[in-house]
């Protein structure tokens, strides 16, 4: 298990700039696609890679080279480079100005065992020193840069590499592109090996909108409470730990027809069950699950290699506080199945995306939602400028809220999974309670 605190360290950041493309770029404007420009996405979210010192880089400047590597990237990803704009119907669309992104440099009385002595995860301490994110009121819309990247010198050779980005220009997958070709640019590539391709209209609804599944993450909530949420400044957050080895105990506890689901829908099942029990909301009061699907590899026909926009989804399962209390283990883990099932076709984002047009753009749903993100196959860390991979490449933060709703990072760790949690403190406690209980009782369940 994981906590924060902050560190007493000093950290010295320059005058950020805008850093534009290398050369000259299209001026032109591209729309987004109906999936890109969703209410819920136009946000900003960060990303963070740790890297250590390498010998080999001995006497070169990792802020130097990525400075002119990001520089040359924002050639191919040129929209990443202007400014977005909202036409008729809310429909979002990037402004091709090439007035650049911010970038600045910073140096860090620190080494890298300063922001995790057990292995880098979230939550991180002084995250406002080693990022930088974009000030809260300025929206996303106007003369506001679509990305903030800050790169920060450590004290033991290594540095850190942090990526705030407009979510309505990529998902985490898209992300990850760009970075991977920001790498290869750093290391002497002259252009990146997967280029960018924009072809947002393959995802923009038809001309007569058509939906075709039912979208309970989009229901507008009625005679819900809304849990028992303290103001974010009472909330603590913490990271846990889970081993093959404890993932294949609970596993014990399913029935044959679940055997053999992943262990993410496991892990997910287990802290939504407990996380649920730990709320003590009402028990006929509706809750919700929703998973961040990346619908990739169910599009047919296939996206074209290369294309970088948001190409998720957010199916929803829902049940009462008091069935999903009640009942074992394997009820939550079917709910998280089910949920992923009706999602795993190219059809459900083509149907998301005449929603938007149909309903104006309706946001998720928060009220009572636990929302999780798998983001174990990213490959953030694979970003190389020359130092080689990163040891930790990911969110900053293991917990994001995106207006109301909390959305829980799930990420790789050894052979398990490291997953946050943000409650009160005491909520905490009881938490911990009964996740070590349903841990230690979970292959005794199987035998019953």
Not at 104 to 114: F, I, K, R
Not at 424 to 436: A, G, V
Request: proline share 6%; glycine share 8%; hydrophobic share 40%.
């Amino acid at each position: 298990m994981a906590s924060t605190k902050r560190l007493a360290l000093s950290v010295i950041k320059k005058t950020a700039e805008l850093l534009s493309p290398t050369k000259s770029t299209p001026y032109e404007f591209k729309h987004l696609s109906d999936i890109d420009d969703q209410t819920f996405l136009r946000t900003y979210v960060t990303t963070i890679n740790f890297y250590k010192k390498n010998p080999s880089m001995e006497g070169k400047d990792p802020v130097k080279i990525i400075r002119e590597a990001i520089a040359k990237a924002l050639v191919f990803y040129y929209p990443l480079a202007g400014r977005l704009r909202e036409h008729t119907g809310q429909k979002l669309v990037v402004e091709c100005t090439g007035q650049g992104v911010v970038f600045n440099e910073a140096d860090a009385d620190a080494t890298l065992q300063h922001f995790g002595e057990d292995g880098l995860y979230p939550p991180f301490p002084n995250l406002d020193d080693i990022t930088l994110d974009v000030p809260n009121n300025y929206g996303i819309l106007g003369d506001i840069p679509l990305m903030f990247i800050q790169v920060t010198r450590l004290k033991c050779g290594g540095f850190i590499f942090s990526n705030c980005l407009n979510h309505t220009m990529c998902d985490s997958i898209g992300i990850s592109q760009f970075m991977s070709a920001v790498g290869e640019l750093a290391r002497g590539a002259l252009s990146p090996s997967i280029r960018p391709v924009w072809d947002r209209h393959l995802l923009t609804a038809m001309e007569t909108p058509r939906v075709s599944f039912a979208h309970r993450e989009y229901d507008i909530a009625t005679g819900i409470s809304g849990g028992t949420h303290a103001p974010l400044d009472q909330m603590v957050e913490r990271s846990f730990y889970f081993s093959s080895a404890q993932i294949s105990a609970l596993r014990c506890s399913l029935p044959p027809h679940l055997q053999r689901c992943s262990k993410f829908d496991i892990v997910a099942g287990c802290v939504w069950r407990c996380q649920t029990i730990t709320l003590s909301l009402k028990p006929d009061e509706e809750i919700r699950f929703s998973v961040v699907m990346d619908n990739r590899k169910q599009m047919n026909p296939p996206l074209p290699i290369g294309y970088y926009g948001n190409v998720i989804a957010f199916p929803v399962a829902l049940t009462t506080a008091g069935e999903l209390s009640k009942n074992p283990l394997h009820y939550a883990v079917e709910l998280v199945t089910k949920a992923k099932r009706e999602a795993e076709t190219g059809d459900y984002l083509r149907s998301v995306a005449g929603l938007m047009v149909k309903r104006d753009r309706p946001n998720l749903t928060a009220a009572n939602t636990y929302m999780v993100s798998n983001l174990t196959h990213v490959g953030f860390k694979q970003m190389d400028v020359g130092w080689g991979p990163a040891v930790y490449g990911g969110v900053s933060k293991g917990i994001y809220w995106a207006g109301n709703i909390q959305v829980a990072w799930y990420l790789g760790c050894k052979d398990g999974f490291v997953v946050p949690a943000c409650l009160p403190l005491e909520s905490m406690k009881i938490f911990e309670k009964h996740l070590q209980v349903m841990m230690t009782t979970a292959p005794i369940a199987s035998s019953s």
